[in-house]
């Protein structure tokens, strides 16, 4: 293997290394954010700022609803997550933290409503300590 093949594997494995760390110490810092703005998220003033939806869409509560939304806040997360990572000037760390509580809530939202069409599996969370 030839020297620069060489610095190159072992600066990318370090790259890594440094890549995942910041990567825990961001989830480490900003959990807490993203779980106190899921505590306050009110889906009807948060979530219009965030994804395109029809009024029709915002008020769909069911489960099927709420997996819609639950789907286009995954990808307008993803599509903020690779803006950061790219270093883009359009990336903002105060929309990507509402994503990420949006999402929070909203999937808190689809387990309630999924316990709430199955007692037995709310028995069974129960029993589980969940």
């Known amino acids: 293997m030839s020297e620069q093949r060489r610095r190159t594997d072992h600066g990318g494995t370090a790259d890594a290394a440094e890549r995942r760390r910041r990567r825990l110490e961001a989830r480490r810092i900003f959990a807490s954010m993203a779980d106190a703005g899921a505590r306050v998220y009110e889906r ?10 029809w009024p029709r869409e915002l008020k769909d509560e069911s489960a099927e609803g709420i ?7 995954r990808r307008a997360l993803r599509a903020e997550r690779r803006r950061a990572m790219s270093g883009h000037w359009s990336y ?8 990420l509580s949006a999402y929070k809530a909203e999937a808190a939202r689809l387990e309630a409503a ?4 199955d007692p037995a599996r709310l028995a069974a969370c129960a029993r589980s300590g969940r």
């Open 67 to 73: 997996g819609r939304v639950l789907e286009k806040l």
């Open 114 to 117: 999924a316990r709430d069409r």
């Open 92 to 99: 903002d760390l105060n929309r990507h933290l509402a994503l």
């Open 44 to 53: 009807s003033r948060d979530l219009p700022r965030l994804v395109a939806l």
